[in-house]
C-alpha cells in the first residue's frame, strides 16, 4: 500500500453548511475530536446529527467524542464528478463504519485508488474546506 | 384494490426532449390534453389533481394550484406529491384513497418536470453539510456505493448489466416518444466500453436528465361506465415505503424498501412474482433493476444477475421488461420520470403499444424509487400492480 500524500480534492471541497444541529460537530472539529451524538435512552451513537434519537424520537442526546476508527463499508472511485470536482485526478468516496456503530461517508485519502479495499481499517484525518475543519479518512497502518 | 373498484381510463406522454427550453405548465398542459383527447372527458369531469414535485417548479411553494390555475382546473381535492420517481405510482394510490373517501371522482395524475432546462432544486442541510464537501453530488457517486457493496456480497455479472441496456435500448428505438438522442442502437461491447464515471457505474449505466410530462387519468369504475369509457385497467395492490431500516445505523445496503413494497402490492392482487406478465420497475441505474428483482421476489437475494442471464426480458419475451425503453433509454423527464413506466404499462394493457406490443399480456408490475438518503439504499420504494379490465 502506497504511504504518499494523496488527496485530489484538497482545497477544493466546498465549506460545509453547519445548521444548529451540528455546532458540537464542528466546535470539536477544530480540535481535531470527532464529536457524535450519543443517545442516553439506548446507549446508542447516531449519524447525521438529529434533532431526535433514531431510536426513540426523544431528546436525550449528548456529544460524545469517537475514536475516529473503523472500517470501509464500501466505496467508489469517481473518474467523473461533479463541479468543482471535474478535471481532477480520480478520487475516492467511501462509507465508513465507525467502531461506535454508525456509518459516515466521506473520501479516502493517503491511498491509491486500486488500494482501496471493503474492510480495509482506516482513521479519520482533517482536511480544511473555508472555515472549518472536515472529516476525511486514511489507512490505518 | 383488488375489488376493482378503481380504473385508470386513460393516459398521456410527451416526447422526451433533451432541453427542451419549456416550462413545467407548457409540459403538463400538453399531457392533460392528451388524455382528455383520448378518452373524450370534458375538462370539468376532473375534479382532483394529484401532482409530483418537480426540479423545474422547484421553491415555488404553491405549485399543484398554480399548475392548476394554468391547466383551468376547478378542483375538489388537490395534493403534490414529493417523493421523486416514486412519486407517480405514489399519487394513483393516493388518488384511489381519495375517490374511495368521497372526496373526488376523477383525478388527473399529473407528472411535469423541465430538469435539462432549468433545475431550481435547493436541498441543504446534510447535504451540503456532509454530501458536497465529498463530491457525491450526482446519483452516479450514490450508485457506485451501492453497487460496490453488492459485488463485494454477491458479485456483480456485467454482462447481466449489459443485457439489460442492450434490452431497453431496443425498445426504445420501437417508442416514438422516446429522446431522439438516445434512439440509436447500442450493443453489450458498447455499453462494456461506456466511460467510467465512479466504479463500477459506467456512462451507459446511467440515465439521461431530460423535460417530458404524463398523465393518467383515475376514476372509479362505477364513474368510468356511467362515462361510456370503453378502456381502463384497474390498480389491483399497491404497497409503499419509505426510509426502509432507517432505525438501524448501518444497515445491508443491498436491502432496501421494495422486499416490504413489493410483496405488499403482490399480496392484496392475489399474486406471486411468477404471476407477472410484464415488469416495468423504475430505472436510474441498471443496477436498481437487479436489485428490486431479488427485493421483489423475482429471485433470491444475490441471484438478481442470473435471473437476468436466463430471462427472456424482450418485448416478446418471457418477462417484457420496460418497454417504451425505461428511463435509461428514453431519457428521465426529471422528478416525472416516474410516470414514463407507468404510462408504458397502461398502454401496453390498453393494447395500444404498436410496434412493441406484448401480446396476451393482462397485468402489469410497476414500481418507483425516489430521494437517496444519506449513505443508504434508496429512500421512496412504491410498487403498483395493474390489471386489464
Not at chain 2, 416478446?316 to 408504458?344: D, F, K, M, R, Y
Request: with cysteine; net charge negative.
Amino acid at each position: 500500500m502506497s504511504d504518499v500524500a494523496r488527496d485530489p480534492q484538497a482545497g477544493i471541497r466546498p465549506a460545509p453548511k453547519p445548521s444548529s444541529m451540528t455546532t458540537e460537530f464542528w466546535e470539536g472539529a477544530k480540535q481535531g475530536k470527532l464529536m457524535l451524538q450519543y443517545c442516553r435512552d439506548s446507549g446508542k451513537f447516531q449519524f447525521y446529527p438529529r434533532p431526535v434519537s433514531i431510536y426513540t424520537g426523544k431528546r436525550n442526546l449528548e456529544w460524545r467524542e469517537a475514536s475516529g476508527r473503523g472500517s470501509v463499508y464500501t466505496y467508489t472511485v469517481t473518474h467523473r464528478g461533479p463541479a468543482p470536482f471535474r478535471g481532477i485526478a480520480p478520487y475516492v468516496i467511501v462509507t465508513v463504519d465507525l467502531d461506535e456503530g454508525v456509518r459516515m461517508m466521506s473520501n479516502l485519502v493517503n491511498c491509491e485508488p486500486e488500494d482501496v479495499r471493503v474492510g480495509l481499517r482506516v482513521r479519520v484525518a482533517w482536511t480544511a474546506t473555508g472555515e472549518h475543519q472536515f472529516p476525511v479518512f486514511e489507512p490505518d497502518r | 384494490m383488488r375489488d376493482r373498484e378503481i380504473a385508470i381510463v386513460g393516459y398521456s406522454e410527451t416526447k422526451i426532449e433533451l432541453k427542451s427550453g419549456r416550462s413545467v405548465f407548457d409540459l403538463a398542459g400538453e399531457a392533460m390534453a392528451g388524455v382528455l383527447e383520448q378518452t373524450g372527458l370534458d375538462r370539468s369531469d376532473i375534479d382532483g389533481l394529484a401532482m409530483s414535485a418537480s426540479f423545474s417548479d422547484a421553491g415555488n411553494p404553491f405549485q399543484g394550484p398554480m399548475m392548476a390555475g394554468y391547466l383551468g382546473l376547478e378542483l375538489d381535492w388537490t395534493q403534490t406529491t414529493d417523493m421523486g420517481g416514486g412519486s407517480v405510482t405514489g399519487n394513483v394510490a393516493r388518488a384511489s384513497a381519495a375517490i374511495r373517501a368521497g372526496l373526488c371522482e376523477t383525478v388527473l395524475v399529473l407528472a411535469s418536470d423541465a430538469e435539462s432546462t432549468e433545475n431550481k432544486g435547493n436541498v441543504g442541510l446534510w447535504r451540503t453539510e456532509w454530501q458536497f464537501p465529498v463530491g457525491t453530488m450526482g446519483p452516479p457517486g450514490y450508485f457506485g456505493l451501492l453497487s460496490t457493496r453488492y459485488r463485494e456480497q454477491f458479485g456483480l455479472d456485467d454482462r447481466a448489466l449489459a443485457k439489460l441496456a442492450v434490452t431497453q435500448r431496443n425498445h426504445a428505438l420501437l417508442n416514438p416518444l422516446a429522446c431522439d438522442k438516445l434512439r440509436k442502437p447500442m450493443t453489450a461491447e458498447d455499453y462494456l466500453g461506456s466511460p467510467m464515471i465512479s466504479t463500477p457505474i459506467r456512462m451507459l449505466d446511467c440515465v439521461m436528465v431530460c423535460d417530458g410530462a404524463n398523465a393518467v387519468l383515475v376514476t372509479s369504475t362505477r364513474r368510468a361506465r356511467e362515462l361510456r369509457l370503453e378502456k381502463m385497467v384497474h390498480p389491483v395492490g399497491y404497497g409503499e415505503r419509505l426510509n426502509f431500516d432507517e432505525g438501524n445505523p448501518t444497515p445491508d445496503i443491498t436491502l432496501g424498501g421494495h422486499s416490504v413494497a413489493g410483496p405488499k402490492a403482490l399480496a392484496q392482487a392475489g399474486l406471486t412474482p411468477k404471476d407477472i406478465q410484464m415488469f416495468h420497475p423504475y430505472d436510474d441505474f441498471l443496477i436498481a433493476i437487479v436489485m428490486q428483482f431479488e427485493h421483489i421476489g423475482f429471485c433470491a437475494r444475490g441471484q438478481g444477475c442470473r435471473f437476468v442471464m436466463d430471462t427472456d426480458l424482450r418485448y416478446t419475451g418471457t418477462l417484457p421488461l420496460n418497454t417504451g425503453g425505461g428511463q435509461i433509454s428514453a431519457g428521465q423527464a426529471g422528478l416525472a420520470g416516474g410516470g414514463h413506466n407507468l404510462v408504458e404499462a397502461v398502454r401496453q394493457l390498453f393494447g395500444e403499444a404498436g410496434d412493441r406490443q406484448v401480446k396476451n399480456a393482462t397485468n402489469a408490475l410497476v414500481t418507483g424509487i425516489g430521494w437517496i438518503p444519506y449513505a443508504r439504499n434508496w429512500a421512496a420504494n412504491t410498487a403498483l400492480v395493474l390489471e386489464a379490465a
